[in-house]
């Protein structure tokens, strides 16, 4: 059903309601890991949330490379769905911050380095973290909806992190973040478009172009990222 709604909410572009569907999706994803394999719902609450929405993101890539120019629909449809799966894993672990193993073995470090890494160590993993992001979409066109919410859980486990000792913090964290996640979501839907242009036999220079715009969109975003977070 939820599948359904996703297609139905992207073709109408209803940003609020795909937020709302994110947020359900991540809640239910969720409970089906804790019900079917308690001990790994850690990271199966990831793949179970991303199910419902691959068919209908996949779909929106091949429709928006068909029909080119502009982008910005399928940039918008992706930030919401990422909007309500983040809240969907703040609010989880908020309650069971103990079934999220995998997302704070992969925060300790990075968080424990958050005060003392600087402009350029910062920039470089985020940066590949980008590159990470848009191979694996270019080569798995349907990875986009499990890179998506994989870094949404990440950074909703993080943010619950942080509010549960110091719950005005959060708001310090959300505008870097919201920079560099766009990063990384606008380098998914740039390799989730150009394995599309791959299929279709789209290899007109128009084309490439379009899609190294979209790329620099993407790592200038990671720039201000960064910036923003060693400001």
């Given at each position: 059903?939820?599948e359904?709604?996703?297609?139905?909410?992207e073709?109408?572009?209803?940003?609020?309601?795909?937020?709302?569907l994110?947020?359900?999706?991540?809640?239910?994803?969720?409970?089906?890991?804790?019900i079917?394999?308690?001990?790994q719902?850690?990271?199966?609450?990831?793949?179970?949330?991303?199910v419902?929405?691959?068919?209908?993101?996949?779909?929106?890539?091949?429709?928006?490379?068909?029909?080119?120019?502009?982008?910005?629909?399928?940039?918008?449809?992706?930030?919401?769905?990422?909007?309500?799966?983040?809240?969907?894993?703040?609010?989880?672990?908020?309650?069971?911050?103990?079934?999220f193993e995998?997302?704070?073995?992969?925060?300790?470090?990075?968080?424990?380095?958050?005060?003392s890494?600087?402009?350029?160590?910062?920039?470089?993993n985020?940066?590949?973290?980008?590159?990470?992001?848009?191979?694996?979409?270019?080569?798995?066109?349907?990875?986009?909806?499990?890179?998506?919410?994989?870094?949404?859980?990440?950074?909703?486990?993080?943010?619950?992190?942080?509010?549960?000792?110091?719950?005005l913090?959060?708001?310090?964290?959300?505008?870097h973040?919201?920079?560099?996640?766009?990063g990384?979501?606008i380098?998914?839907?740039?390799?989730?478009?150009?394995s599309?242009?791959?299929?279709?036999?789209?290899?007109?220079?128009?084309?490439?172009?379009?899609?190294?715009?979209?790329?620099?969109?993407?790592?200038?975003?990671?720039?201000?990222?960064?910036?923003?977070?060693?400001?």
């Amino acid at each position: 059903m939820l599948e359904e709604f996703f297609l139905l909410e992207e073709e109408h572009q209803n940003f609020g309601r795909l937020a709302v569907l994110g947020l359900l999706s991540g809640i239910v994803g969720f409970m089906a890991a804790e019900i079917l394999f308690p001990t790994q719902s850690d990271i199966l609450s990831v793949i179970f949330a991303a199910v419902p929405m691959i068919f209908s993101l996949t779909k929106k890539f091949l429709d928006d490379e068909a029909d080119g120019r502009p982008h910005i629909p399928e940039i918008e449809a992706y930030l919401s769905i990422f909007a309500g799966v983040t809240l969907a894993f703040f609010m989880l672990a908020l309650h069971v911050s103990n079934a999220f193993e995998i997302q704070n073995a992969v925060l300790g470090p990075a968080g424990a380095a958050v005060s003392s890494a600087g402009f350029s160590a910062i920039l470089s993993n985020n940066l590949m973290v980008f590159s990470a992001v848009f191979l694996l979409s270019m080569l798995i066109g349907s990875a986009g909806a499990f890179i998506l919410t994989w870094n949404a859980s990440v950074l909703g486990v993080f943010l619950a992190g942080i509010a549960e000792s110091q719950p005005l913090k959060v708001l310090a964290y959300l505008p870097h973040s919201l920079f560099e996640m766009s990063g990384f979501i606008i380098g998914g839907i740039a390799g989730s478009l150009i394995s599309a242009a791959v299929y279709r036999h789209h290899f007109d220079r128009e084309t490439w172009l379009d899609y190294g715009r979209l790329l620099a969109l993407g790592v200038i975003c990671i720039f201000i990222g960064a910036f923003l977070e060693t400001a």
